[in-house]
């Protein structure tokens, strides 16, 4: 939705760099920047708990300012819509991830999948459905490496028009995730008739959960009744080792956030991911060894840090279930 005053926005300068910090942005020229590539996606990546491994890369729009730095979505995004140009910007960030998969494979990491926030009232315009279908097949590569993921600002209109375009493209192999459940206006009623693969619980549910027994009770309802529907769950914000033992603990399926990976660029990424599939073999990354041992119940390979076991996870998770 537009706002019609400055909005304070969060910034961050380039990976790696000083932690964020606070600006103040007047009107932003968007077109501009759409026209001059300075608005580009980010890739987060998102780990399956299982086994530890990426399974996929979170578009998130970063605008790439001359002069203010790394902006994120919530100090142009609204500007974007405003000025009409929400479906130009979809299909440029369509473009970029479809770019980003080739890149990807071409790096050695064809299994990794990317996925992107696509608004409602994008889904409900069979042309636009059409042409991610085309894109995908022009660049070549198989829909299930694409996640989309269904985003609204405002309440989602139940059309059988749209509920057509989902299973269309559930057809042909993409993959469906409700975004941000749990606020807004991703409702509980839309588990009911979506095509879902995935729900990504929104993080303002798993902040503060893990002191919060009343918060990671509701969690651990939340993710048992997804998983009821055969859909899996991704959690998104794990920021602090208490979030990760906590998703762990109550067998989300998938997790996200910066105590696992930030956002970072394509050229960013690669490296990334390519050191860590061989700090993987080697034993040297400590965040991932640690959420591997997690996972398995394995002893972690760093004896200075103390990691408690699988075993004593779910004593964890039984603290929730049974206060
Ligand atoms: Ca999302």
Same mark, same amino acid.
Request: aromatic share 4%; charged share 20%.
């Given at each position: 939705?537009?706002?019609? &005053?400055?909005?304070?926005?969060?910034?961050? !300068?380039?990976?790696?760099?000083?932690?964020?910090?606070?600006?103040?942005?007047?009107?932003?020229?968007? #077109?501009?920047?759409?026209?001059?590539?300075?608005?580009?996606?980010?890739?987060?990546?998102?780990?399956? %708990?299982? @086994?530890?491994?990426?399974?996929?890369?979170?578009?998130?729009?970063?605008?790439?300012?001359?002069?203010?730095?790394?902006?994120?979505?919530?100090?142009? *995004?609204?500007?974007?819509?405003?000025?009409?140009? +929400?479906?130009?910007?979809?299909?440029?960030?369509?473009?970029?991830? *479809?770019?980003?998969?080739?890149?990807?494979?071409?790096?050695?990491? +064809?299994?990794?999948?990317?996925?992107?926030?696509?608004?409602?009232?994008?889904?409900? @315009?069979?042309?636009?459905? @059409?042409?991610?279908?085309?894109?995908?097949?022009?660049?070549?590569? &198989?829909?299930?490496?694409?996640?989309?993921?269904?985003?609204?600002?405002?309440?989602?209109?139940?059309?059988? &028009?749209?509920?057509?375009?989902?299973?269309?493209? #559930?057809?042909? !192999?993409?993959?469906?995730?409700?975004?941000?459940?749990?606020?807004?206006?991703?409702?509980?009623? &839309?588990? #009911?008739?979506?095509? %879902?693969?995935?729900?990504?619980?929104?993080?303002?549910?798993?902040?503060?959960?893990?002191?919060?027994?009343?918060?990671?009770? *509701?969690?651990?309802?939340?993710?048992?009744?997804?998983?009821?529907? +055969?859909?899996?769950?991704?959690?998104? !914000?794990?920021?602090?080792?208490?979030?990760?033992?906590?998703? %762990?603990?109550?067998?989300?399926?998938?997790?996200?956030?910066?105590?696992?990976?930030?956002? =970072?660029?394509?050229?960013?990424?690669?490296?990334?991911?390519?050191?860590?599939?061989?700090?993987?073999?080697?034993?040297?990354?400590? =965040?991932?060894?640690?959420?591997?041992?997690?996972?398995?119940?394995?002893?972690? %390979?760093?004896?200075?840090?103390?990691?408690?076991?699988?075993?004593?996870?779910? !004593?964890?998770?039984?603290?929730?279930?049974?206060?």
């Amino acid at each position: 939705m537009a706002t019609t &005053h400055a909005p304070t926005v969060t910034c961050t !300068g380039p990976v790696g760099a000083t932690p964020p910090h606070h600006l103040a942005v007047g009107r932003t020229d968007v #077109r501009g920047a759409l026209a001059r590539g300075e608005i580009e996606p980010w890739f987060q990546p998102e780990f399956h %708990l299982t @086994d530890g491994k990426v399974v996929a890369v979170e578009a998130l729009a970063r605008w790439v300012h001359p002069t203010l730095g790394i902006l994120r979505p919530d100090a142009f *995004l609204a500007q974007i819509v405003k000025e009409g140009l +929400g479906v130009a910007f979809t299909r440029q960030i369509l473009a970029s991830c *479809l770019a980003c998969l080739s890149t990807l494979d071409r790096a050695g990491h +064809g299994e990794v999948a990317v996925a992107m926030n696509v608004p409602w009232d994008w889904i409900v @315009d069979r042309k636009n459905v @059409d042409e991610l279908i085309r894109l995908t097949a022009e660049a070549g590569h &198989h829909p299930s490496r694409v996640i989309v993921e269904i985003v609204e600002s405002a309440p989602l209109v139940r059309n059988a &028009h749209s509920l057509r375009h989902l299973n269309v493209l #559930r057809a042909h !192999g993409f993959v469906l995730a409700l975004d941000d459940f749990g606020t807004g206006y991703s409702a509980l009623e &839309h588990l #009911r008739y979506m095509p %879902l693969n995935y729900i990504k619980i929104d993080r303002s549910l798993v902040e503060r959960c893990s002191n919060d027994k009343r918060g990671a009770r *509701l969690l651990e309802g939340i993710v048992t009744m997804v998983h009821g529907i +055969g859909a899996a769950v991704t959690v998104e !914000g794990v920021s602090r080792e208490e979030d990760l033992d906590l998703v %762990l603990a109550l067998h989300v399926d998938l997790a996200q956030g910066n105590l696992l990976g930030e956002a =970072m660029p394509i050229d960013a990424l690669v490296p990334w991911l390519s050191r860590l599939r061989t700090d993987r073999h080697h034993g040297g990354h400590r =965040m991932h060894q640690e959420l591997l041992s997690a996972m398995t119940g394995d002893q972690p %390979l760093h004896p200075t840090h103390a990691h408690p076991s699988r075993r004593d996870r779910v !004593g964890f998770a039984s603290d929730f279930s049974h206060s």
